[in-house]
């Protein structure tokens, strides 16, 4: 029986059921999304900011959301309610609290939190006036519907602590205890911070713990801002979800716990536990909302968008999660991301959550462009990969088929004794494609300590097209003080073949600290990593250049044919130099007539990628002629227009 009801779950996984993923690892709701902007030009052409609860005496959930008019201005807050917090029905034709024409929230009236006393709702919100700056407004209601703002509005304003950034913004509050409790975002880079008050309306700073939390180091995910704090209890410690955003404005959602009662909180090291994507309507930017625990179910309602955010909408999407009083399978690690195809076996090693010591089992499934291929049992006997028998480390291995293809993976965990069944859906990714390696480089130093490389990598493998190649160079080298140039869109690269473009890298270097720089390059595949090759730089002497590469230096020369071919209007000459040679590389048409100089100097021996346009020619065969030394090879190309 144990067996047939995890089958039972391995098949609902690999078939069309919504799943229920780690609470790091949320599912996005196949129905999203689940409340979308209303028509173009409306006063909610965009909704986002869901603040979401679950009204027991209707069994319905309510929901109050951020809305706007295409171009981003009046903000204001609008209601839904829901059966079952998928299938929203929105109330009337307008906002329930407007912003207010003169006032200190004459602009924006957002990003709302609820709470209901007996007999009345509290809301506190987001205003922005004129000047600019954020405070947080009151308002009540008795049904959640016709609202009053409170006439001494704002109740906490502008922190002076922070200067210029001191707007108070994203209040979270609970009640409890004769007590309000208050977290909120200020500061630059965003702090959260805490405030207590006896009746939600006149506030205390605390400053002796203030702040709680602080956004990100430099180059995190968090690094540049966090706001909309949302907490949830769940077994005597805090669980705060929130939203996080670095430098490039990439947003993302986070984990973070407390056991103090949310005076300091300590980040998930696995963050960010929810990024944008794969849909087209979120698949560039989100923003967290609501988190509610229903069971032992996590439900999160966030906004998503894609850019330019004028052209496409703000919606609202649900996404579900076990919460630890489930089993489920919290982390996923694998032995390596790139396996030889038909050689190597995958394992792979999960942490199992249990809290109540259940009968339980865990099983991996494989997926290929999306369809199921493969499972296997995991297990935790001391023998596969899983550290010691019964310490909730499971482990599985898999013998990985004989052909190049890209893998997801993903996690069953089945109760038998709650007759639960919950997901970690494509957890992990890795390939038996490639590998992407380092073919060669050239190394230039420049003047001003900065240090040019140029890269070309090639796909060793010998059957599938390496789609989307990006590959950021890091290093921790004391000679290398920055990397201000270190963007690496190498594109498709097919079997067995270099990359069409070489791709340049700077360094800002001390040479006086050594000459030798190791050097890791992140090789990703569609934005996942799959392949870490390793290369030393070596350092030049004088500003000129050298190769360093996984390759000797060419020990002949060679022109190669020109790629692609025939082509419009756009193509690379490849050559190569086994010592230093005085270079002419010329373009010719039919007749023999000289119509251009692509190369005229010295060159240091090396592979070299020319590109070449042909635009102000017409279509027809054209000839191009190397000259190095005394070497002299001449070829044909073909522009067609």
């Known amino acids: 029986m144990k067996h047939l009801f995890s089958l039972l779950c391995l098949m609902l996984v690999l078939g069309y059921s919504l799943q229920l993923q780690a609470q790091t690892q949320w599912t996005k709701d196949p129905a999203n999304p689940v409340l979308s902007g209303g028509a173009a030009g409306s006063w909610n052409q965009h909704v986002f900011q869901p603040f979401v609860l679950y009204n027991p005496d209707s069994s319905f ?366 957890s992990c990714n890795f390939t038996t494609a490639g590998p992407i390696i380092v073919d060669s480089s050239f190394v230039t130093l420049l003047s001003g300590g900065n240090l040019r490389v140029d890269i070309w990598m090639k796909n060793m493998g010998s059957e599938t097209t390496t789609p989307a190649i990006r590959a950021p160079m890091r290093t921790s080298s004391p000679i290398v003080k920055s990397i201000p140039i270190n963007t690496a869109h190498f594109g498709d690269i097919a079997p067995g073949s270099r990359s069409l473009l070489s791709m340049t890298y700077v360094l800002k270097v001390d040479t006086t600290l050594g000459k030798q720089i190791p050097a890791t390059f992140d090789i990703s595949s569609n934005y996942v990593v799959y392949w870490q090759p390793e290369m030393t730089i070596v350092i030049p002497e004088s500003p000129t250049g050298v190769v360093t590469s996984e390759k000797a230096v060419p020990t002949a020369y060679l022109l190669a044919q020109n790629y692609p071919n025939p082509f419009n209007p756009n193509t690379m000459i490849h050559f190569e130099l086994p010592k230093t040679s005085y270079v002419q590389l010329k373009l010719f048409n039919l007749l023999g007539q000289e119509l251009m100089t692509v190369v005229n100097e010295n060159r240091h021996a090396g592979r070299y990628d020319i590109p070449v346009n042909l635009g102000r020619f017409t279509s027809g065969i054209y000839f191009y002629k190397l000259v190095a030394n005394d070497f002299i090879q001449i070829r044909k190309m073909v522009l067609i227009k």
């Open 61 to 426: 959930y309510q929901m109050w959301y951020t809305a706007s008019f295409p171009g981003w201005f009046d903000y204001q807050i609008g209601y839904a309610k829901s059966p079952d917090g998928v299938n929203w029905t929105r109330l009337g034709t307008g906002p329930v609290l407007p912003v207010t024409a003169g006032a200190w929230d004459s602009a924006v009236v957002g990003m709302p939190c609820v709470i209901v006393d007996p007999g009345q709702y509290k809301m506190w919100y987001n205003g922005v006036g004129g000047d600019g700056i954020p405070h947080v407004g009151y308002a009540t209601s008795p049904d959640g519907i016709n609202w009053t703002k409170y006439a001494g509005n704002p109740v906490i304003t502008y922190d002076s602590a922070y200067g210029a950034n001191g707007g108070v913004a994203s209040p979270w509050v609970v009640a409890g205890s004769g007590v309000y409790e208050m977290i909120y975002a200020t500061g630059s880079p965003t702090q959260f911070c805490r405030a207590t008050s006896v009746n939600g309306i006149q506030w205390d700073k605390d400053t002796l713990h203030s702040p709680i939390m602080i956004a990100g180091t430099s180059g995190t995910w968090d690094e540049y801002d966090m706001y909309e704090p949302r907490i949830v209890e769940i077994n005597s410690i805090l669980h705060m979800w929130y939203t996080g955003r670095n430098n490039v404005d990439v947003r993302c959602l986070g984990h973070a716990t407390s056991s103090d009662g949310g005076l300091s909180w300590t980040k998930d090291p696995r963050n960010p536990v929810l990024r944008a994507g794969p849909s087209l309507w979120d698949s560039e930017i989100i923003e967290g909302g609501s988190v509610l625990l229903v069971g032992k179910t996590l439900h999160l309602w966030y906004c998503g968008a894609r850019y330019p955010s004028a052209t496409y909408y703000w919606h609202i999407g649900h996404a579900t999660s076990p919460s630890p009083l489930s089993s489920f399978a919290c982390d996923m690690k694998l032995g390596n991301t790139y396996l030889k195809p038909g050689v190597d076996t995958l394992w792979v090693r999960s942490t199992v959550n249990n809290p109540s010591s259940h009968n339980i089992s865990v099983m991996a499934y494989f997926k290929e462009n999306n369809i199921p291929v493969d499972s296997s049992l995991f297990l935790d006997d001391g023998c596969h990969h899983d550290s010691a028998v019964g310490d909730n480390v499971w482990g599985a291995m898999w013998k990985v088929p004989a052909h190049e293809k890209f893998y997801k993976l993903g996690v069953v965990t089945s109760d038998t004794a709650d007759h639960t069944c919950f997901t970690m859906t494509d």
